[in-house]
């Protein structure tokens, strides 16, 4: 089983029967080397008492959303920012229906609305609740919005009925509590990375570029490392100090970063295009640093003229041409690695991020909407949909670095699956 060490795991408690199973949870996640704090609402505290889950976790437990005793230790938002996983279970159709809304009315929902992290849901109710079409409609929603389902179960239930509805085995949930952090999912895989913007140079001093910061590529980096993997950095000019245990190949324009691609890329397994490549760069970039002064006058064209003496502002004409597509060359090679592209776009998302999935021959697009400034190319968030040839699955907003993790999670799965693999 992988390992827990050092995550943070937010254990919310709803009020069903299976509630005296989370305290066998919170101490198995604790022997997977978790720390566990735990949430509790009005209706668990019916099956199980807080004083039983306070034992077992050694830390207070959080009731309600005004409770100065318990803000006073960690408030709401900090408890929120703490957790590496916010992971409910059992998760009551109560409680779904109110994380479906985005409700706020308790501390548990609440936490969820703030948290950036993973949420994961182990559903626990009667099997006609399961399967009412109220339930089932208020999943499908939620696992469009990237919250993980663990389950549930199918069997008998503490009502006497059979069916689907059961909590997951306690063991079970710990096994894909575990598969959400990406620590040895690509262990003995070699990753390659583009990152950050390309400069393509007019002279010697001026450059065409763009707004691409690198965070989001250096954040994969560190998650695909972190998941075991070894990672070549290929990266365009960002501000951004080197990750840790990443191969950093410093480049400037488009056609060295292709070149660094093409040198590398056969020893990959897999390669993650998060540049934002300047499409096109100067056919000729001048020698010398272009002089305004010798730039001819559109009124009078044929002598230089004198600063003091313009009337007419001066054009400048660029002839531009297409780099090299460098995620492209990559699928199109023979033994291709598992190619995944990123759609940075300002309109028509979903649509666009298609079609490049299909014209690139990509394995994967992440989506990205750039035209929202709380999630785009300068950052630290973002909001991303992880777009494959049969799913399309969006991601709540969150750190790059939590965004990655999933990516890599994402990346892991499809590339399993590809492998055939269980
Ligand atoms: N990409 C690349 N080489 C290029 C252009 C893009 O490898 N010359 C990769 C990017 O790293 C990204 C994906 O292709 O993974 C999509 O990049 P994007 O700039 O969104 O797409 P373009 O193909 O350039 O299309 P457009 O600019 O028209 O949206």
Redesign the pocket.
């Known amino acids: 089983m992988r390992d827990l060490q050092n995550k943070h795991i937010l254990l919310g408690v709803t009020g069903g029967i299976a509630a005296y199973k989370s305290a066998e949870l919170l101490r198995r996640l604790q022997d997977a080397g978790a720390t566990v704090r735990v949430v509790m609402t009005r209706g668990a505290t019916e099956f199980i008492t807080p004083l039983t889950m306070q034992a077992l976790s050694g830390l207070p437990v959080s009731l309600d959303l005004l409770d100065t005793e318990t803000e006073s230790v960690m408030g709401h938002i900090e408890l929120a920012r703490w957790a590496d996983l916010i992971l409910v279970a059992p998760a009551s159709a109560h409680f779904l229906a109110g994380l479906r809304l985005g409700r706020a009315d308790d501390l548990l929902t609440t936490l969820c609305l703030a948290a950036t992290c993973p949420i994961a849901v182990a559903p626990a109710m009667n099997q006609a609740m399961w399967s009412n079409v109220a339930t089932q409609e208020n999943c499908r929603i939620l696992r469009a919005n990237g919250i993980a389902f663990f389950g549930p179960d199918a069997g008998l239930q503490a009502c006497g009925e059979v069916g689907q509805g059961r909590l997951l085995d306690v063991p079970d949930i710990v096994r894909l509590t575990t598969e959400v952090f990406p620590s040895g999912l690509l262990a003995g895989r070699t990753v390659m990375i583009?990152a950050g913007p390309t400069r393509e140079a007019i002279d010697p001093v001026r450059y065409i570029s763009n707004h691409s910061s690198g965070k989001q590529g250096y954040a994969l980096a560190e998650a695909a490392v972190e998941a075991g993997a070894k990672v070549l950095l290929i990266s365009g000019p960002v501000a951004l100090a080197a990750p840790q245990r990443v191969t950093l190949i410093n480049v400037v324009s488009?056609d060295e970063m292709y070149a660094a691609v093409m040198a590398q890329i056969a020893a990959c397994d897999i390669f993650i295009?998060?540049?934002?490549?300047?499409?096109f760069k100067p056919v000729a970039p001048a020698p010398h640093k272009i002089k305004k002064q010798l730039l001819p006058s559109p009124a009078a064209a044929g002598p230089a003229r004198d600063a003091q003496t313009v009337s007419e502002p001066r054009t400048l004409t660029l002839s531009l041409v297409e780099?090299?597509?460098?995620?492209?060359s990559v699928a199109r090679l023979p033994n291709r690695p598992f190619t995944v592209?990123?759609?940075?776009?300002t309109e028509n998302l979903l649509t666009?991020a298609r079609q490049?999935l299909e014209n690139?021959r990509l394995d994967l697009v992440i989506a990205n909407n750039v035209a929202d400034s709380s999630i785009g190319f300068n950052s630290d968030n973002n909001g991303t949909t992880i777009i494959s040839a049969d799913a399309t699955v969006t991601l709540p907003v969150a750190s790059k670095r939590q965004v990655s993790n999933r990516i890599i999670a994402a990346i892991a799965n499809h590339l399993a699956a590809k492998e055939g693999q269980p």
Request: cysteine-free; charged content about 20%.
């Open positions: 583009t488009a295009g998060v540049a934002a490549v300047a499409d780099n090299p597509d460098i995620i492209a592209g990123f759609a940075a776009e666009y490049k690139k």
